[in-house]
């Protein structure tokens, strides 16, 4: 255990010094989700009030919490996989003593790290420039968001599969981010959907991390336990398929 913990560590500050000099990778961790809520808040400005029950202030909260996790954890991620293989750098720390599952978990870990201090900063800050309400449920809110980042790191592992190269991540992370932000809570709050959308939407992997987010903003008052358990074990399917798909076909190598 000690042994994992310590090769953990080494990788992800490894991966933390590479991320420092990347400005585009930077920028897309550390301001991208500032310049997004900020454009969310004002998209959510011109809807009309009969649309959005919980309010501007408290679907932006909700919204931007899921944006932050999107944005530095997968979109991110996929970039930077992408580059450690075509680097040759997952070839050769294979040949060491870490495990695949190490490998990969370490080089996220320093933007699981960031998503985690942004929510907090976010948590902290947002209801007091917003206007809108502390957390009534922070257990779920954490809960959420550390389900969303273990998610969204073996889907941005999974993404990498049909990303050829660094440049074509961009393109190639738009497809799951539209979907998310469209059906899963991050743009378009939930509450505004039809019914029928809402319940087929509730499917999509991001979904399920997205109903605990907003359950942990908003309080449990709207939502039922089955909503909630049902929510978790979305989730939880989403991240097994997910690894085995991972499992079965990240490339380790360059693609030629």
């Not at 190639?172 to 029928?196: I, Q, R, W």
């Amino acid at each position: 255990m000690n042994a994992t913990a310590a090769r953990l560590t080494a990788l992800g500050r490894a991966e933390l010094t590479l991320l420092t000099r990347n400005r585009n990778n930077l920028f897309v961790a550390l301001l991208m989700p500032v310049l997004m809520i900020f454009l969310l808040r004002t998209s959510l400005a011109g809807m009309d009030e009969g649309d959005l029950p919980i309010g501007i202030a408290e679907a932006t909260m909700v919204g931007g919490t899921g944006m932050v996790l999107c944005l530095v954890v997968y979109m991110n991620l996929v970039a930077t996989y992408v580059a450690r293989r075509e680097e040759l750098v997952l070839k050769r720390l294979r040949t060491g003593e870490a495990r695949d599952t190490e490998i990969l978990a370490g080089g996220a870990l320093p933007a699981a790290v960031i998503a985690l201090v942004q929510g907090a900063v976010l948590t902290a800050l947002g209801p007091a420039a917003l206007d809108a309400t502390a957390p009534r449920r922070p257990d779920l809110l954490l809960l959420g968001a550390l389900a969303g980042i273990v998610l969204l790191a073996a889907l941005a592992a999974l993404t990498t599969v049909i990303t050829r190269s660094v440049e074509s991540a961009g393109l190639t992370t738009l497809p799951f981010f539209l979907v998310s932000a469209m059906g899963s809570g991050l743009m378009v709050p939930v509450e505004s959907l039809p019914d029928t959308v809402a319940s087929v939407c509730s499917l999509l992997p991001l979904s399920g991390p997205m109903e605990l987010i907003r359950a942990g903003w908003l309080g449990t008052g709207g939502i039922g336990g089955k909503e909630l358990l049902g929510a978790g074990l979305t989730t939880v399917a989403w991240i097994l398929l997910s690894v085995f798909a991972v499992r079965k076909w990240f490339r380790w190598e360059p693609r030629r």
